[in-house]
């Protein structure tokens, strides 16, 4: 394997250290050539060089991550995102679909997010700017979300997808323009993700946003009508919960 080189950001010298420690011990095929405590030492190494991967804290004591990043548009490092372990922050990277390690970490973790980052695509601006809003308004709603399908991003209003329907370890996004989208990840994930965006889970295989419903039909066990006078099933355990949010549309 070529050997990858590193620069390491993080204002917490403890942690700072430790990644160090940790990647100088387990993984050779690394070479650190800088580490950096802010913003302001940070942007003065990578200007004078770029290594393959960039160890970035999102919270750093004169700003923050993405003021480096603006600072260094045209940076070519691979990042591998460090966060402490805060809820809106993790929220925030599902949003972006932007990989990240938590502090405190475990070391698969670190392997895995190494191994990604060696083969990774640079995460895209429009997928930076949604982890950015996220994290600047960490008790707001995010209004967008980056989907992987197999062979691009793409970053949507969450306004814009009217349903989502499992298929296996798939998930197929209806949009209110007719398009549809396959997605490399499993309606579970995105039903924990958009719970509080106002969209339900109906039935074991179907995920609606309620802006999108017209009405509930009792007859044949229950399914609804969308706005598009598309029908989703309900299943029997859902149907409580799905008559109380309609209520309150």
Request: aromatic letters at 8%; proline letters at 3%.
């Amino acid at each position: 394997m070529k050997k990858q080189t590193a620069i390491l950001i993080d204002d917490m010298p403890q942690a700072l250290e430790m990644l160090e420690n940790d990647i100088s011990n387990k993984h050779q095929n690394i070479t650190i050539i800088g580490k950096a405590n802010s913003v302001v030492s940070a942007a003065k190494l990578l200007r004078k060089t770029q290594p393959d991967i960039l160890f970035l804290d999102i919270m750093l004591g004169d700003g923050t991550g993405f003021d480096l990043l603006e600072i260094i548009p045209n940076l070519k490092s691979k990042i591998i995102f460090v966060t402490a372990s805060d809820e809106f922050a993790i929220r925030a990277f599902k949003f972006a679909a932007i990989d990240y390690i938590l502090k405190p970490y475990a070391d698969e973790e670190l392997k895995n997010a190494i191994e990604k980052a060696i083969i990774q695509i640079q995460p895209k601006n429009e997928q930076l700017s949604v982890l950015q809003e996220s994290i600047a308004s960490p008790y707001k709603q995010p209004t967008k979300i980056s989907l992987h399908t197999l062979d691009k991003i793409m970053v949507v209003s969450l306004d814009e997808i009217v349903r989502c329907k499992s298929d296996n370890n798939y998930t197929t996004f209806y949009f209110e323009n007719g398009h549809k989208i396959m997605v490399t990840k499993t309606l579970k994930f995105y039903a924990d993700l958009l719970k509080e965006n106002s969209f339900l889970r109906v039935h074991q295989s179907h995920l609606v946003n309620t802006k999108y419903i017209k009405e509930f039909i009792k007859a044949d066990g229950g399914y609804l009508v969308l706005k598009d006078k598309i029908t989703v099933p309900v299943s029997v355990r859902k149907r409580a919960e799905v008559l109380k949010a309609i209520e309150k549309l």
